[in-house]
């Protein structure tokens, strides 16, 4: 053979263009109907839009040629981690991206705390539709936070998390509508009749998996809204209207304070203050759901719920109950999608069963799933991506849908974990000398006396 | 349980009174898996460790006993009327051609498949007598019986030590509330709980893992951190499915070291499915012989290897 290195790179070129070419035709033929036949609106006769077949050619010829590309890095690198596994030490883990960075490095803390407090004062300096959109990403945080508990954690896949949500949100309009009742009662109310009927839904279910369970619960999240759309009691499609704010106090902020301070402190009439005072609810709801969400992933039942997801037999044969590990993670989900509806029922007043549909529930698991199963960080950053991304894209609304898939697609082929892949918690021995308390750390978020040492270092899980 | 009940395996006299076993595990040829290698081998080389330990064996030690033990399968009869004893501290073994319906047997003892018929019976460390037929598995792996599997069932995507710290689940208390509070009784479990995790890895050398994903362990670590998971629950018999398959020479002889030192270190009775010979005739005390769900033979390892029955089963007739 008289190979020069030159041959097989242009073999490799030729190889390569033929497919970007063959993209390029496949997609012309699939975006026909809909780029190039148009319809002139004012003679109704057909307007062939010819020019754009060749811009449109172009344009996937080449990202095919990108996409290509990126293919065989990612193959490259998934190939070289194979041989490193193969032989020698073990791996330290895959190469550390930007996101991982962010987490590991020794400040995590103070910037955490420089966000939370941006956060804090965020409303009062912003206007009210940012508001309105942030009061929106951060009820899907803690939705996605919730079902993050049942599906990233337990692996239990939940189709019909929107019911529980509903039922959050109904309980508060409903107490609220026929009896008055305010919304701090609801509050806990809204969240503990979503675990009930978790508890319910969890019941007969337990013996199911993946692809049914999926079925009975997508199933469950529409009985769900046609029950609410035909039920007496809710008023059907017409939806409760005028559901009250919570009050601070039992004072209306909008009213008697907001003309206060409009005299004294020259405050902006446009400025919602209970839609102020929702932010701050939802945002400390958040913190609270991280906590619990973090605690309960390094807990006992936590660890069952990790097991139950990774082996059910195994998980069962080392002593783990599974009715009562599936119920839990199951219930607890719900309650966290009850707590989100009460807050969403507050925030925009008027509720009817069309807000609770089953594109509520995709949309709550491609947070999950695009954030990254299992990870808490990462579940966040989803729900902010998917929410506010449309908001910031508005100009672009009629390929929102088209966007969305595409980059759904993209996450599963370069980084299947999710964004920010879920990580588990590092054990560091303490060699013995501190007496009976010489033993391990187990990375706590801040809240134990004993820690002798903190670990801020996490490993991917989805190595 | 009536102590007339019981058949004792053969006293053999021969009480040398060592607890360890004889040097006769060394050599490579004995490692063929194959019975009729160990049908051709020479007597010293076939020296057993239940020469070694039957004397101290008696039959009001008995840990774990079947009685009429049976599983059917629709028109499939798995298991048929197994009787079957494990002593206290002592390494039992249960060979059988595939099929032969030990994994069967596994899974009834530890309720995977509850029982068609017969009884299970767990001697308690105090002495009473449980009935675990019909219980849930969790339920009998806190009573006392830990397994592992056959095709290696490890949590893939936790640590090393998670994966203990699940064993360890069935011992510990804190529920959902103390899993959210995190009061100090839970805090303290956990770290024990750690602690006792880590303890054990040192134990049976694998702490330089302790945080590595279970998934990327090499194959034979992996295969030891299963048992270190079942150590974790605390048990009084230990079940081993088939822990050498798909091991090389040097870590079948690994093995057989971590299994003596495991009956010795947490005081455990081990009952062992296994295929490779060389393994089940040097380590096992007493040999159970399974073929179509029927217990064909027991006795001591040189007993079972002379049994006319056994050979047939394995070889078949001539």
């Given at each position: 053979?008289?190979?020069?290195?030159?041959?097989?790179?242009?073999?490799?070129?030729?190889?390569?263009?033929?497919?970007?070419?063959?993209?390029?035709?496949?997609?012309?033929?699939?975006?026909?109907?809909?780029?190039?036949?148009?319809?002139?609106?004012?003679?109704?006769?057909?307007?062939?839009?010819?020019?754009?077949?060749?811009?449109?050619?172009?344009?996937?010829?080449?990202?095919?040629?990108?996409?290509?590309?990126?293919?065989?890095?990612?193959?490259?690198?998934?190939?070289?981690?194979?041989?490193?596994?193969?032989?020698?030490?073990?791996?330290?883990?895959?190469?550390?991206?930007?996101?991982?960075?962010?987490?590991?490095?020794?400040?995590?803390?103070?910037?955490?705390?420089?966000?939370?407090?941006?956060?804090?004062?965020?409303?009062?300096?912003?206007?009210?539709?940012?508001?309105?959109?942030?009061?929106?990403?951060?009820?899907?945080?803690?939705?996605?936070?919730?079902?993050?508990?049942?599906?990233?954690?337990?692996?239990?896949?939940?189709?019909?998390?929107?019911?529980?949500?509903?039922?959050?949100?109904?309980?508060?309009?409903?107490?609220?509508?026929?009896?008055g009742l305010g919304f701090w009662l609801c509050l806990p109310l809204g969240a503990l009749s979503a675990t009930v009927m978790g508890l319910l839904l969890g019941l007969p279910i337990i013996r199911l998996n993946g692809d049914y369970l999926a079925i009975v619960t997508l199933s469950f999240g529409e009985i769900m809204r046609l029950v609410l759309t035909n039920l007496g009691v809710t008023r059907g499609p017409r939806g409760i209207p005028n559901i009250k704010p919570p009050g601070f106090f039992g004072v209306d902020l909008n009213g008697a304070p907001k003309a206060f301070l409009m005299r004294t402190v020259d405050l902006s009439p446009a400025m919602d203050l209970n839609k102020i005072l929702i932010y701050l609810i939802i945002l400390a709801l958040v913190a609270l759901t991280v906590v619990c969400v973090f605690r309960l992933e390094n807990s006992r039942l936590g660890r069952a719920c990790l097991a139950l997801r990774e082996d059910e037999v195994a998980c069962q044969a080392m002593g783990v109950n599974r009715t009562r590990a599936k119920l839990t993670a199951f219930a607890l989900g719900s309650t966290w999608a009850g707590l989100a509806g009460v807050v969403f029922a507050s925030q925009i007043t008027f509720i009817n069963p069309s807000s609770f549909t089953f594109m509520q529930s995709v949309m709550i698991l491609s947070i999950v799933v695009l954030g990254g199963m299992g990870s808490i960080p990462g579940v966040i950053i989803g729900a902010v991506v998917l929410i506010l991304l449309p908001e910031q894209l508005r100009f672009f609304s009629n390929y929102r849908m088209l966007i969305f898939g595409a980059l759904m697609v993209m996450m599963m082929i370069f980084r299947p974990g999710g964004l920010i892949q879920s990580a588990r918690e590092v054990y560091r021995h303490q060699p013995a000398g501190g007496g009976s308390n010489d033993g391990s750390s187990r990375a706590a978020d801040g809240d134990t006396g004993h820690r002798p040492e903190k670990q801020a270092e996490r490993r991917p899980a989805h190595a | 349980m009536p102590e007339a009940a019981i058949d004792r395996p053969g006293p053999d006299g021969s009480a040398n009174g060592e607890s360890s076993l004889p040097e006769s595990r060394q050599s490579g040829n004995s490692q063929s898996g194959s019975l009729q290698a160990l049908l051709s081998k020479s007597p010293q080389e076939a020296r057993q460790p239940a020469e070694a330990l039957s004397p101290q064996l008696d039959a009001s030690r008995i840990v774990l006993e079947t009685c009429n033990l049976s599983m059917v399968f629709g028109g499939l009869v798995a298991l048929d009327q197994v009787d079957f004893r494990v002593e206290r501290q002592s390494i039992t073994s249960l060979i059988g051609p595939n099929g032969a319906g030990k994994t069967?047997?596994?899974?009834?003892?530890?309720?995977?498949?509850?029982?068609?018929?017969?009884?299970?019976?767990?001697?308690?460390?105090?002495?009473?007598?449980?009935?675990?037929?019909?219980?849930?598995?969790?339920?009998?792996?806190?009573?006392?019986?830990?397994?592992?599997?056959?095709?290696?069932?490890?949590?893939?995507?936790?640590?090393?030590?998670?994966?203990?710290?699940?064993?360890?689940?069935?011992?510990?208390?804190?529920?959902?509330?103390?899993?959210?509070?995190?009061?100090?009784?839970?805090?303290?479990?956990?770290?024990?709980?750690?602690d006792f995790a880590y303890e054990l890895l040192v134990a049976y050398g694998l702490d330089r893992s302790v945080n590595d994903l279970a998934k990327n362990l090499p194959y034979g670590d992996q295969r030891r951190l299963e048992i270190i998971r079942a150590l974790a629950t605390g048990p009084q018999v230990l079940l081993l499915d088939e822990p050498a398959a798909g091991l090389n020479i040097s870590e079948t002889r690994e093995l057989r070291e971590l299994i003596e030192t495991v009956r010795e270190r947490e005081k455990v009775s081990i009952l062992l499915i296994e295929h490779d010979m060389s393994l089940v005739m040097t380590v096992s005390h007493k040999v159970y012989v399974m073929d179509y769900g029927r217990l064909i033979a027991q006795g001591p390892p040189d007993e079972i290897r002379r049994e006319p029955k056994v050979v047939k089963a394995y070889l078949g007739e001539e």
């Open positions: 053979m008289t190979s020069t290195p030159l041959r097989p790179f242009a073999r490799r070129l030729w190889t390569e263009t033929k497919a970007a070419a063959l993209a390029a035709l496949w997609i012309s033929l699939l975006a026909f109907p809909l780029m190039i036949l148009k319809i002139n609106n004012l003679t109704g006769a057909l307007d062939p839009q010819w020019s754009r077949l060749p811009k449109l050619a172009v344009a996937v010829f080449l990202g095919a040629y990108l996409w290509r590309f990126l293919l065989r890095r990612r193959s490259f690198s998934a190939v070289s981690k194979v041989v490193a596994e193969a032989g020698g030490p073990p791996p330290a883990g895959p190469r550390p991206t930007w996101v991982d960075l962010i987490m590991k490095t020794r400040r995590r803390k103070p910037l955490l705390g420089l966000v939370l407090a941006a956060l804090l004062v965020l409303p009062f300096f912003a206007s009210p539709y940012v508001v309105n959109v942030m009061i929106t990403a951060l009820i899907y945080v803690t939705l996605g936070l919730g079902l993050n508990i049942v599906v990233g954690v337990s692996g239990l896949l939940n189709l019909g998390y929107v019911a529980f949500y509903a039922m959050g949100a109904y309980v508060y309009a409903l107490l609220g509508h026929y009896f | 069967t047997f596994f899974n009834c003892l530890t309720g995977i498949y509850p029982p068609t018929r017969g009884e299970v019976i767990l001697t308690a460390a105090d002495g009473s007598e449980i009935r675990l037929k019909g219980l849930p598995p969790d339920r009998i792996t806190k009573l006392g019986l830990a397994r592992t599997f056959q095709n290696i069932r490890l949590f893939n995507n936790l640590t090393v030590l998670e994966n203990v710290l699940i064993g360890r689940h069935c011992r510990m208390k804190a529920g959902l509330l103390g899993a959210l509070l995190r009061d100090r009784r839970t805090r303290a479990e956990e770290r024990e709980a750690a």
